[in-house]
C-alpha cells in the first residue's frame, strides 16, 4: 500500500512546487560551501568536506517565518528536500531515490537502511566545547510509531584516536533520537506535531493493520496543520555538543536514513552559523587544512599584530585603541569589510589588557524598510560583529549582544550621509 501511495504523493507534491511562500530550498550549492558559509559558526576551521547521496537530498533551507525554529540552514533527507516545504496535505508523502543505506545507521535502527545521506568534515577548534543546534522532522508521524519503519539520523564524532561517539541525543546525553523515541507518547515534550486529518474520505487505510476502516474524522471540521512543513511531526530546536580538544582535529559524520523501505521521508536541519566552539580556555589554531578558504582564515585568526597568551601571560605588541569603537554597513549589509575587521582587531587588543571586561555589542539600521526587517537586520549585524570577536578569542559570555533596529539613530536619517552612519554596530567596553 505504501507503494501505491507513492505515485499518488509525488503529484500532489509537483504541483506544490511552485508556491513556496513560507520557505524555500536550494539544491544547487555544492557541500562544501553550504558547510564553510552556512553551517560553520564561530571559533572552528573546516575541512575535507563531503557528501554522499542524492544531489537532491541535500540543500539550503530558508524561512523568514521561522516554522521549525530555524530561519536558514542546511536540511539533509531521505527523499527529496523539495519535499520539506508544505502545506501539509497528506500524511504520507515521500521521494524513493532508490539509494543504499548506511551499515552504520543500520545497527542504531536495527533494521535495514535506505536512501541515506551522509555530509562529513574534519574541523578543528579554539575552545574545548562544540556544538551546533538541529531539528529532526519526519512524514513517518504519527502512523508509523512504534514501528519497524523507524528513520533514524545521527552525527558520529569521531576523535583524534579514532573512538567514535554518536551525539545526536537527547539533553540526558543517552536517548538516540528517531521517530520510535521522540514522539507524541515518549517524550513528547521533545515533539512538534504537525499531522494531517483526513476529514473527506468515509473510509481511510488503516497502514498499521493493512485494512480498510471507517474514518472517525469524516465531516468534521478541519483544522489544517498548523506548521508549513509537509513533515507530519518534528522536534524542537535541540542541541549536539561534545566536549573536544582544542586544535585536535575532529572528524563528523552527519547521516540519515529511512528504514524498513524508502518511501516515506524525514529530514534533519542544521541551524546556520551554529557550528562553533566555546569554553574557558582559547587556543591558537594551526592549519591543518590546506586550501585557499582555510588559509585565509587561519591567517586571520593568527593576527600579524596580535600574540595569543600562555595561561597567565598577557599578550603582547597590542595595537593602539579607544574603548569603543563603530563599524558601518551598506545598505541592507550584515556582512563585514577589511576595514571593519581591522577595527575589530584593535577592540580586541584593548580589550586582551584586561580580559576580565566584558564588551556590550549593539546593532542599529537606518530608517528604510518595516520595523520588523530592520530588527533583524541589526540582529544579524551584531551577531556578525559578535562572532568576529569570538573567533580573535574572546568568550561568548564575556559578550552582551544587543539589537534595536532604527529606533536609536546617531544622525538625521533624511540625508544619505545620516543613514550612512546609522547603518553601524556600536562596540563599547564594560568597566
Not at 542524492?54 to 531521505?78: C, F, M, P, R, W
Given at each position: 500500500m505504501r507503494c501505491a501511495l507513492r505515485l499518488i504523493t509525488l503529484l500532489l507534491s509537483i504541483l506544490s512546487f511552485q508556491n513556496y511562500a513560507h520557505g524555500q530550498i536550494d539544491t544547487t550549492q555544492t557541500a562544501k560551501y553550504l558547510?564553510?558559509?552556512i553551517l560553520l559558526g564561530s571559533g572552528v576551521l573546516t575541512g575535507n568536506v563531503t557528501f554522499?547521496?542524492?544531489?537532491?537530498?541535500?540543500?539550503?533551507?530558508?524561512?523568514?517565518t521561522n516554522q521549525l525554529g530555524i530561519e536558514q540552514g542546511i536540511v539533509l533527507t531521505s527523499g527529496n528536500a523539495y519535499y520539506v516545504l508544505g502545506p501539509n496535505k497528506t500524511p504520507r508523502s515521500g521521494w524513493a531515490s532508490n539509494a543504499p543505506g548506511d551499515e552504520e545507521l543500520d545497527k542504531i535502527a536495527r533494521g535495514k537502511t535506505y536512501d541515506?545521506?551522509?555530509?562529513?568534515?574534519?574541523?578543528?577548534?579554539?575552545?574545548?566545547?562544540?556544538?551546533?543546534?538541529?531539528?529532526?522532522?519526519?512524514?513517518e508521524y504519527l502512523e508509523y510509531v512504534g514501528s519497524k519503519f523507524n528513520d533514524v539520523f545521527a552525527f558520529f564524532l569521531t576523535d583524534p584516536e579514532g573512538?567514535?561517539?554518536?551525539?545526536?541525543?537527547?539533553?540526558?546525553?543517552?536517548?538516540?533520537?528517531?521517530?520510535?523515541?521522540?514522539?507524541?507518547?515518549?517524550?513528547?515534550?521533545?515533539?512538534?506535531?504537525?499531522?494531517?486529518?483526513?476529514?473527506?474520505?468515509?473510509?481511510?487505510?488503516?497502514?498499521?493493520?493493512?485494512?480498510?476502516?471507517?474514518?472517525?474524522?469524516?465531516l468534521q471540521e478541519e483544522q489544517p496543520p498548523k506548521y508549513f512543513t509537509q513533515f507530519d511531526g518534528f522536534t524542537t530546536v535541540l542541541k549536539a555538543q561534545?566536549?573536544?580538544?582544542?586544535?585536535?582535529?575532529?572528524?563528523?559524520?552527519?547521516?540519515?536514513?529511512?528504514?524498513?523501505?524508502?518511501?516515506?521521508?524525514?529530514?534533519?536541519?542544521?541551524?546556520?552559523?551554529?557550528?562553533?566552539?566555546?569554553?574557558?580556555?582559547?587556543?591558537?589554531?594551526?592549519?591543518?587544512?590546506?586550501s585557499e578558504n582555510t588559509t585565509k582564515a587561519v591567517e586571520r585568526l593568527k593576527k600579524k599584530s596580535i600574540?595569543?597568551?600562555?595561561?597567565?601571560?598577557?599578550?603582547?605588541?597590542?595595537?593602539?585603541?579607544?574603548?569603543?569603537?563603530?563599524?558601518?554597513?551598506?545598505?541592507?549589509?550584515?556582512?563585514?569589510?577589511?576595514?571593519a575587521y581591522s577595527e575589530i582587531e584593535n577592540v580586541f587588543a584593548t580589550w586582551s589588557k584586561n580580559s576580565i571586561q566584558k564588551l556590550e555589542i549593539t546593532g542599529h539600521t537606518d530608517n528604510?524598510?518595516?520595523?520588523?526587517?530592520?530588527?533583524?537586520?541589526?540582529?544579524?549585524r551584531a551577531q556578525v560583529v559578535?562572532?568576529?570577536?569570538?573567533?580573535?578569542?574572546?568568550?561568548?559570555?564575556?559578550?552582551?549582544?544587543?539589537?534595536?533596529?532604527?529606533?536609536?539613530?546617531?544622525?538625521?536619517?533624511?540625508?544619505?550621509?545620516?543613514?550612512?552612519?546609522?547603518?553601524?554596530?556600536?562596540?563599547?567596553?564594560?568597566?
Amino acid at each position: 500500500m505504501r507503494c501505491a501511495l507513492r505515485l499518488i504523493t509525488l503529484l500532489l507534491s509537483i504541483l506544490s512546487f511552485q508556491n513556496y511562500a513560507h520557505g524555500q530550498i536550494d539544491t544547487t550549492q555544492t557541500a562544501k560551501y553550504l558547510v564553510e558559509e552556512i553551517l560553520l559558526g564561530s571559533g572552528v576551521l573546516t575541512g575535507n568536506v563531503t557528501f554522499t547521496g542524492e544531489k537532491h537530498a541535500i540543500g539550503l533551507y530558508n524561512d523568514s517565518t521561522n516554522q521549525l525554529g530555524i530561519e536558514q540552514g542546511i536540511v539533509l533527507t531521505s527523499g527529496n528536500a523539495y519535499y520539506v516545504l508544505g502545506p501539509n496535505k497528506t500524511p504520507r508523502s515521500g521521494w524513493a531515490s532508490n539509494a543504499p543505506g548506511d551499515e552504520e545507521l543500520d545497527k542504531i535502527a536495527r533494521g535495514k537502511t535506505y536512501d541515506a545521506s551522509v555530509l562529513e568534515f574534519d574541523f578543528v577548534t579554539h575552545s574545548e566545547q562544540v556544538s551546533f543546534e538541529f531539528v529532526f522532522a519526519s512524514e513517518e508521524y504519527l502512523e508509523y510509531v512504534g514501528s519497524k519503519f523507524n528513520d533514524v539520523f545521527a552525527f558520529f564524532l569521531t576523535d583524534p584516536e579514532g573512538e567514535k561517539t554518536n551525539i545526536a541525543k537527547l539533553p540526558d546525553g543517552i536517548t538516540p533520537i528517531t521517530v520510535n523515541t521522540v514522539n507524541h507518547k515518549m517524550n513528547a515534550n521533545f515533539y512538534v506535531d504537525n499531522a494531517y486529518t483526513n476529514v473527506t474520505d468515509p473510509f481511510i487505510w488503516d497502514v498499521r493493520n493493512r485494512k480498510v476502516i471507517t474514518n472517525e474524522n469524516y465531516l468534521q471540521e478541519e483544522q489544517p496543520p498548523k506548521y508549513f512543513t509537509q513533515f507530519d511531526g518534528f522536534t524542537t530546536v535541540l542541541k549536539a555538543q561534545a566536549t573536544v580538544i582544542p586544535n585536535k582535529v575532529y572528524h563528523i559524520k552527519i547521516a540519515i536514513a529511512d528504514v524498513g523501505d524508502g518511501i516515506l521521508d524525514s529530514g534533519v536541519f542544521l541551524k546556520a552559523g551554529s557550528f562553533s566552539s566555546s569554553g574557558q580556555q582559547v587556543v591558537k589554531v594551526d592549519n591543518h587544512f590546506e586550501s585557499e578558504n582555510t588559509t585565509k582564515a587561519v591567517e586571520r585568526l593568527k593576527k600579524k599584530s596580535i600574540t595569543y597568551p600562555k595561561a597567565n601571560e598577557t599578550v603582547i605588541k597590542i595595537k593602539p585603541s579607544t574603548q569603543s569603537a563603530i563599524i558601518e554597513f551598506d545598505f541592507d549589509k550584515a556582512s563585514l569589510s577589511e576595514a571593519a575587521y581591522s577595527e575589530i582587531e584593535n577592540v580586541f587588543a584593548t580589550w586582551s589588557k584586561n580580559s576580565i571586561q566584558k564588551l556590550e555589542i549593539t546593532g542599529h539600521t537606518d530608517n528604510y524598510g518595516s520595523d520588523g526587517y530592520n530588527i533583524d537586520l541589526s540582529k544579524r549585524r551584531a551577531q556578525v560583529v559578535a562572532q568576529a570577536l569570538q573567533t580573535l578569542g574572546i568568550p561568548k559570555t564575556h559578550l552582551i549582544v544587543e539589537y534595536y533596529g532604527e529606533k536609536q539613530p546617531l544622525k538625521n536619517n533624511n540625508s544619505d550621509f545620516g543613514r550612512a552612519r546609522n547603518r553601524r554596530v556600536e562596540i563599547k567596553i564594560l568597566h
